[in-house]
């Protein structure tokens, strides 16, 4: 089972936010509205009561979505500087390809195609969208032996794995394992470009990474952060800026002890589907929402 759900992304205009993905990532908006309040209140967000929002779903169709929700970004955020989801992952078909996309779209290439060290069947690129949120583009060249990684059906399909960034990796693990029933797997070092040159390091500078997975089923990254990295800023009541949560599925709802931000109540929407739904707060501010799967 897929645990990944959605990634929730901060914008002035959602619709906007929609559109650019249409027609640079080949999205379809899937739903549209405005956000209750008592969800609103599940995330600890209770300013973020009836904002705007849309639900953009790939082009392959698969049930993994991104959500924009109406807030404003504090004027001195500055991506891959915080903790906090840092990042979403999106796997292509061709990196290459999605690469001369991005060059003529408001995406800004942060990162170009470049394969990493230590793990040949991964070849991504990194971008910079418009509202500063930070989108990996990932070929997967072949698989890995520990992780079922998925193969893209459209030029650029589904999120795969979000990126949290931690001030300390090990205490992250111990909450996701503990909270959320995940399983951390290994952590290694490796030149990490972006996050080198946000920080102003060597490009060849080793950071501290790895990964909490459900099975072989792969789908977070956690970063260990440098020390000069800061809490995110944000506005009162609202959600975080940038990537502001990640939700997942499980199929083990009921073990769940929390501690949730208020009592999982039924949802509807296309992410929901009438099923539980809660939200928790982690280390670093981390919100984590976790739909119950029948």
């Given at each position: 089972?897929?645990l990944?759900?959605?990634?929730?992304?901060?914008?002035?205009d959602?619709?906007a936010?929609?559109?650019?993905?249409a027609?640079y990532?080949?999205?379809?908006?899937?739903?549209?509205?405005d956000v209750?309040?008592?969800?609103?209140?599940?995330?600890g967000?209770?300013?973020?009561?009836?904002?705007?929002?849309?639900?953009?779903?790939?082009?392959?169709?698969?049930?993994?979505?991104?959500?924009?929700?109406?807030?404003?970004?504090?004027?001195?955020?500055?991506?891959?500087?915080?903790?906090?989801?840092?990042?979403i992952?999106?796997?292509?078909?061709?990196?290459?390809?999605?690469?001369?996309?991005m060059e003529?779209?408001?995406?800004?290439?942060?990162?170009p195609p470049?394969?990493?060290?230590?793990?040949?069947?991964?070849?991504?690129?990194?971008?910079?969208?418009?509202?500063?949120?930070?989108?990996?583009?990932?070929?997967?060249?072949?698989?890995?032996?520990?992780?079922?990684?998925?193969?893209?059906e459209?030029?650029?399909?589904?999120?795969?794995?979000?990126?949290l960034?931690?001030?300390?990796?090990?205490?992250?693990?111990?909450w996701?394992?503990?909270?959320?029933?995940l399983?951390?797997?290994?952590?290694?070092?490796?030149?990490y470009?972006?996050?080198?040159?946000?920080?102003?390091?060597?490009?060849?500078?080793p950071?501290?990474?790895?990964?909490?997975?459900?099975?072989?089923?792969?789908?977070?990254?956690?970063?260990?952060?440098?020390?000069?990295?800061?809490?995110?800023?944000?506005?009162?009541?609202?959600?975080?800026?940038?990537i502001?949560m990640?939700?997942?599925k499980?199929?083990?709802?009921?073990?769940?002890d929390g501690?949730?931000?208020?009592?999982p109540?039924?949802?509807?929407?296309v992410?929901?589907?009438?099923a539980?739904?809660?939200?928790m707060?982690?280390?670093?501010?981390?919100?984590?929402?976790?739909?119950?799967?029948?």
């Amino acid at each position: 089972m897929h645990l990944l759900r959605a990634a929730t992304l901060v914008t002035p205009d959602p619709e906007a936010a929609a559109a650019t993905y249409a027609r640079y990532m080949d999205y379809t908006v899937a739903e549209r509205g405005d956000v209750p309040a008592d969800l609103a209140a599940s995330w600890g967000a209770p300013a973020s009561a009836g904002r705007a929002y849309t639900v953009c779903r790939p082009k392959s169709g698969r049930d993994v979505y991104l959500r924009f929700v109406q807030g404003e970004t504090p004027a001195d955020y500055r991506p891959l500087r915080t903790y906090g989801w840092a990042a979403i992952e999106i796997c292509v078909q061709d990196v290459l390809a999605v690469n001369a996309r991005m060059e003529a779209s408001p995406f800004d290439i942060i990162g170009p195609p470049a394969h990493l060290d230590g793990l040949p069947n991964i070849f991504p690129m990194q971008v910079k969208g418009p509202d500063q949120e930070i989108v990996f583009l990932t070929e997967i060249l072949g698989d890995m032996p520990e992780y079922a990684l998925p193969r893209a059906e459209s030029l650029i399909d589904r999120l795969f794995i979000l990126v949290l960034a931690c001030s300390d990796i090990d205490a992250s693990n111990r909450w996701l394992e503990a909270a959320l029933k995940l399983d951390a797997g290994r952590t290694i070092e490796l030149a990490y470009t972006v996050l080198s040159d946000a920080f102003g390091l060597p490009r060849d500078h080793p950071h501290r990474i790895g990964t909490l997975t459900h099975g072989a089923d792969v789908f977070l990254e956690v970063d260990q952060y440098p020390a000069n990295a800061a809490p995110r800023p944000q506005h009162p009541g609202e959600l975080p800026p940038g990537i502001a949560m990640a939700t997942l599925k499980h199929p083990d709802f009921a073990t769940l002890d929390g501690p949730w931000i208020t009592p999982p109540a039924r949802r509807e929407g296309v992410i929901y589907g009438g099923a539980r739904a809660g939200v928790m707060a982690g280390p670093d501010g981390v919100l984590v929402e976790v739909v119950e799967v029948a």
